[in-house]
């Protein structure tokens, strides 16, 4: 073979480079594809309810105090002057318990499947309210516990309150000015001299859109939510201490004192991002994550095929065409277009299999006319096979992505080494003596 290398090596570069536009406009689609799904997610959520956060409940008392101020007459004189203030003083919950248990269930919108949950709550705890001082300058108004619910039109009942035993009505809005604007109130009737041990229970039927947040408003908190999600991701400021995660679902328990959370402060001050535990229902399998995944290792595919290629055409006397690599480069090319569209409609391993099947027959059909030999042709094939099946694994095992894919990239140098290991790249020609002791098995 004359040494034309450096020279097919510039075309062979060339129509890689090509390739990998090819895979860019692959990525790109499966970007569209995700984005459509979350345009499905947002328009659930428009006609259901969107995630949801529930905060408190938090005793507030408002007062009025009267104060007397001396002020300019207008006359060079000075008058006293009554100034009413309304203000309100509010207190969290010595303990805050909450248990839960989430149902969901998946609606679709189009080709996309949306998880929802229907959450069916219990928050009970307790205040411990010193009795009022008497002063003629405070009156004491109605006092009530407020609450916050992300989107109300979760509500798919009528929540129940009792306190201290007693049923007690929850009414909507909330004319308070705090910082965290409660939206539900529950009005402590013929309680305005507050003082003491103050009992609560709220039951709530709550609807949302894939997740769940609760704040620990409390001095103490305790939250216990289960569901028959298989594959929760638990998030937020907090994680359980204890959970329990199997293919029937999840048990989680939280336990936070006020002392490890900035909650009460946060929202005695208005700050934009309250601490808070998140609770997801995630996708156990999210096929668009995994195909952008995918499409990335397409590099990896084109490189190692066209360098698989270039080192047979540099090792026999068989000639491939830049056309003939263009062939293959774009059937390892829409691979990833057959995953995408294939996992839309079936479970993604599944769709890898068919969409692996499919391009690995093809272009071993292919490659045993380029070849010129059926048993090249299946070795490449096998060689695809073996990518294919390496790069699912990289997918579904991501904390082990970073040692699969360097123990395959050095499985792959290595069997090129050994292969080249005899070959002089300084001559200007590679016998056949070279072939036979370099490629073994070559027909």
């Given amino acids: 073979m004359k040494d034309n290398a450096i020279p097919k090596m510039m075309v062979v570069s ?16 499966v970007g569209d594809r995700e984005r459509y799904r979350r345009e499905a997610v947002k328009s659930i959520e428009e006609s259901t309810a969107g995630r949801q956060s529930v905060i408190g409940p938090v005793l507030v008392r408002p007062y009025k105090q009267t ?27 010595r303990t805050l318990d909450v248990k839960g248990k989430m149902s969901p269930e998946e609606r679709r919108h189009g080709l996309y499947k949306v998880t929802v949950y ?16 008497p ?26 309150a009792a306190i201290n035993g007693k049923a007690t009505p929850i009414l909507q809005g909330c004319d308070c000015n705090l910082p965290w604007s409660p939206n539900l109130r529950i009005p402590l009737q013929g309680m305005r001299d507050l003082g003491g041990r103050v009992e609560f229970a709220v039951d709530l039927n709550l609807a949302g859109t894939e997740q769940l947040s609760l704040v620990p408003a409390g001095d103490l908190n305790h939250v216990e939510m289960a569901s028959s999600w298989p594959s929760p991701l638990f998030a937020g400021r907090f994680l359980p201490r204890a959970r329990e995660l199997n293919k029937n679902g999840f048990r989680a328990t939280w ?29 156990p399998i999210d096929p668009y994550k995994l195909s952008d995944r995918a499409t990335k290792y397409g590099i990896l595919f084109v490189t190692l095929s066209f360098a698989g290629f270039f080192l047979f055409e540099m090792l026999t006397e068989v000639r491939i065409h830049p056309l003939q690599y263009l062939f293959v480069g774009f059937g390892l090319a829409i691979f990833f277009l057959l995953l995408v569209s294939f996992s839309e409609h079936m479970a993604f391993g599944l ?3 068919i969409s692996s099947l499919a391009c690995i ?6 490659l045993c006319y380029v070849l010129r030999s059926i048993s090249r042709g299946l070795a490449f094939g096998a060689m695809l096979s073996t990518f294919y099946a390496a790069v699912y694994g990289l997918l579904i095992n991501e904390d082990n992505a970073l040692v699969l894919g360097t123990l395959l990239l050095f499985v792959v140098l290595a069997a090129v080494m050994i292969v ?22 070559a027909d």
């Fill in 255 to 283: 336990d936070i004192p006020s002392l490890a959370t900035s909650t009460q402060i946060q929202m005695h001050t208005a700050e934009s991002v309250i601490d808070r535990i998140d609770i997801r229902l995630l996708t």
């Fill in 135 to 160: 002063d003629s300058s405070v009156e004491w108004e109605e006092p009530f516990l407020a609450l916050f619910v992300a989107d109300v039109r979760g509500l798919v009942s009528l929540p129940e």
């Fill in 67 to 93: 104060s007397m101020i001396t002020e300019d007459d207008g006359k060079g004189g000075k008058k006293k002057v009554e100034h009413v203030l309304s203000l309100a003083l509010t207190a969290f919950p």
């Fill in 351 to 353: 769709a890898y299999v």
């Fill in 420 to 441: 080249t290991r005899k070959v002089d790249w300084y001559r200007r020609e590679v016998t056949s003596s070279h072939l036979g002791s370099a490629v073994p098995g």
């Fill in 118 to 133: 229907t959450s069916a709550m219990q928050l009970k705890g307790a205040f411990d309210v010193p009795a009022s001082k």
């Fill in 14 to 29: 060339l129509i890689a480079g090509v390739i990998l536009i090819a895979l860019m406009l692959v990525n790109a689609v």
């Fill in 361 to 366: 027959g093809l272009l071993s059909f292919y």
